[in-house]
Each structure stands twice: as C-alpha cells, then as structure tokens.
C-alpha cells in the first residue's frame, strides 16, 4: 500500500468471522475469543493479546488491541490472518493491519504493519498527508484473494500522488508493493464489492506523533 511502512495499531473493528466475499475462509482459523491480560508484577500493563480460534489453538501475536479482519488462503496449511492491532501498549502509535501466519504457538507477522485505511494528519496539523481505502477479496482482475490499498500521498508542494498498493499470497508465501503500468481503478473494485466479491475495510482517521 504504501510507499512507507507504519508498525502499530489500536482499533477493534470488525470481529465478523464469515465472509460471503471471495475465497471462503478456514472456519478452524476464525477467532471465537479474545485474552486480555495484565503481567502479575505490574498492575498498570497489559501482555499482548492472546486469540483463540475455533480450531482450540491459543495463539500470541504479541500485538495489542487485536481485531479479526479476515483471511488470505493458502493451498496447504493455515490462512494468513489479517488483523487490525497496536504494536505496543500504552503508546501513541496508529492502527495498522497485520498479516500474520500460525507457527508454534504464536503468530508470525510478515513485517511491522501496514496502513489502516483513512485519513493521516501529523499532530499539530489538521493537513491530511495521506489517505486511503483499503478492500479485502477478489478486489481486483484475479482468481485470489487480496488486501489492496487506494491511497494517496501528498508531497512537499502540496500535489497528491495515487497508488495502489497489493498484498497477496503467491506460492503460499506473501508478496507486497505498489502496482505498476495501467493501475487499477476503483470504480470497477467498488462493483466488485456491489457483487459480494470483495469489502472494503472501515477506514478511520488518524494522527501520526
């Protein structure tokens, strides 16, 4: 999605375990409960979130805030979770998205956090820097499941730049970065999701400290 990479996260969103949209998700892999709780040798902290799926596994991902966004599927082994989470607790950072993979116990995310769609403002402003829209499904021209980015970015004379950022699952593995050539565009992924294909995600507005 980005040209940038934010790590953080703070919202509970979208807890919805079903999607009627794209690849049908692994019903085992849907969160059923969320553990929150604090260390016995401080009383004013939190541990990291501990999410329990249907399939009894209890996994930590060692984020906060944790929010179930959806799946992408691979063709052997779990789906790559996405969720919305903050990378640490007590702090003045952003909500991000994570995609995370199960694997002994904890859940391994694929780098510190992407953009959670809406708009960005610095603390002392109220000029938007950057914003975007963020879908989840068969968003765009493929047969698979993906998170696709529409953002925008303002640069330092004031002009605003669009693109559209991609992650998906490609051999099992996860593959991100901006597209290139013709983009994308959003009226046709809006009709997509008008036909159950894809979601958008609730974007919210932030502050970036």
Same mark, same amino acid.
């Given at each position: ?14 807890? %919805?375990?079903?999607?009627?949209? %794209?690849? *049908? ?7 059923? !409960?969320? $553990?929150?709780? &604090?260390?016995?040798? =401080?009383?004013? +902290?939190?541990?990291?979130?501990? $999410?329990?799926? &249907? ?11 944790? *929010? ?5 599927? &691979?063709? *052997? ?6 969720? +919305? *989470?903050? @990378?640490?607790?007590?702090?003045? =950072?952003?909500?991000? #998205? ?13 780098? /510190?956090?992407?953009?959670?769609? @809406?708009? #960005? ?11 975007? &829209? ?7 021209? !493929? ?14 004379? %004031? !002009? ?7 992650? /998906?699952?490609?051999?099992?593995? #996860? ?5 290139? @050539? ?18 958008? #995600?609730? @974007? ?6």
């Amino acid at each position: 999605m980005m040209s940038r990479v934010l790590p953080g996260v703070v919202a509970l969103l979208l807890h %919805g375990a079903a999607a009627s949209f %794209g690849q *049908a998700p692994s019903p085992g892999w849907v969160p059923v !409960r969320f $553990i929150h709780s &604090r260390p016995p040798t =401080d009383s004013q +902290a939190w541990n990291p979130d501990t $999410i329990v799926f &249907r399939n009894g596994q209890r996994l930590t991902p060692e984020l906060w805030a944790v *929010a179930y966004v959806g799946q992408l599927p &691979r063709t *052997a082994g779990p789906p790559y979770l996405v969720l +919305a *989470a903050m @990378g640490c607790y007590d702090c003045d =950072d952003m909500t991000s #998205i994570y995609v995370t993979l199960p694997s002994k116990g904890r859940l391994q995310t694929d780098q /510190k956090g992407y953009y959670y769609p @809406g708009a #960005i403002r610095p603390l002392q402003s109220d000029t938007v820097f950057f914003r975007s &829209r963020l879908f989840l499904g068969r968003c765009l021209d !493929r047969s698979t499941d993906a998170l696709v980015w529409f953002q925008e970015e303002k640069d330092s004379v %004031g !002009r605003w730049h669009h693109e559209v950022y991609q992650v /998906k699952v490609e051999k099992d593995t #996860i593959q991100h970065g901006l597209l290139h @050539g013709p983009l994308p565009q959003l009226p046709v992924t809006l009709a997509r999701v008008r036909s159950g294909l894809c979601r958008e #995600i609730k @974007g919210q507005n932030q502050v970036e400290y």
